[in-house]
């Protein structure tokens, strides 16, 4: 446990992000490049769609977190900026798209995600397994993460979702349990916890996200720690909740970067293998560390 000053509503409205939040913005030759790629491919990254902070950084090693499936969830989580709505129908082409733009930018680890396609029978899976085929088809000494949604216990999918050769199975929890109804209010985090358990059960190296300052306390991050252990977690990664606009679940705090530090201190303490924690952190940053962690 670590106390320090907490940033009140009235003085977070009043002022500015926190000096430890700034990034600068995405130039150079390898974010062009990567640009380039995703547009001529017309592909989806998260990295746009999430407004992810990193995008300058991981763009400018050359690196992108691609999104199949569309950009349109059928989910409508408070602190999520991809759009909600009823999905077009998915492009069986995706998959061979992304891989042939992933060979071409020659990555060494490829992160996918996907947005929640809950109308579909088979919750995109089959997308999903050709998707990591035809990658590693294209690129054999590729290694992959996938960053899975919610099957809503649709576990056929998920087994579909996992037995094609990734080296990293993510699906992330995002908070603790008492915010679930404001933050994910069509997820259960026992149901993400059960799906975390049976991708270990499976033999596949685990990794999950939590996002800090919507609300939660040390205690209840300490809890979310244990029972990540106890369903087979491996990896654990926490960042900053920033509000994409002004419709989206409000910060609470911005943590103090002293406060990640012990995060990541609690839980290696805890049981988790590898922990990667601070403010500007998301699920896919140093993704290509998290695939040398010992299962």
């Known amino acids: ?9 009235e003085e977070k409205k009043k002022s500015k992000k ?16 990567v640009r380039k790629l995703v547009d001529e491919h017309n592909l989806h990254t998260i990295c746009e769609s999430g407004n992810c902070p990193n995008m300058g950084e991981c763009w400018g090693a050359g690196t992108a977190t691609f999104m199949i499936l569309g950009n349109v969830c059928t989910r409508s989580c408070s602190f999520c900026a991809v759009a909600t709505g009823r999905p077009p129908e998915y492009d069986e082409q995706e998959p061979l798209r992304v891989a042939e733009a992933i060979q071409k930018m020659g990555v060494k680890h490829a992160v996918l995600t996907s947005v929640n396609r809950d109308e579909l029978k088979d ?3 089959e997308i999903w397994y050709q998707t990591v085929v035809k990658t590693k088809e294209l690129s054999p000494e590729t290694t992959i993460e996938t960053l899975i949604p919610d099957v809503k216990g649709k576990w056929d ?7 094609a050769g990734q080296e990293v199975v993510s699906h992330n929890v995002e908070t603790v349990p008492s915010l679930y109804r404001r933050v994910r209010p069509q997820a259960k985090y026992q149901r993400s916890l059960d799906q975390i358990k049976l991708t270990k059960e499976y033999g596949k190296r685990t990794k999950t996200g939590i996002m800090v300052g919507l609300g939660e306390t040390q205690d209840e991050m300490f809890a979310a720690m244990d029972d990540l252990v106890a369903h087979g977690c491996d990896i654990l990664t926490v960042g900053q909740y920033l509000q994409p606009t002004k419709r989206h679940h409000e910060v609470i705090e911005y943590v103090h970067p002293e406060v990640f530090d012990m995060y990541r201190e609690e839980g290696l303490k805890r049981g988790l293998k590898y922990v990667e924690s601070g403010p500007l952190v998301r699920s896919s940053y140093h993704a290509e560390r998290h695939v040398n962690v010992p299962i």
């Open 157 to 163: 999918a998920l087994y579909r979702m996992i037995e």
């Open 1 to 9: 446990m670590i106390d320090l000053p907490v940033v009140s509503k």
């Open 18 to 33: 926190p000096d430890w939040l700034r990034v600068k913005l995405p130039v150079g030759k390898e974010y062009a490049n």
């Open 123 to 125: 919750r995109g899976a």
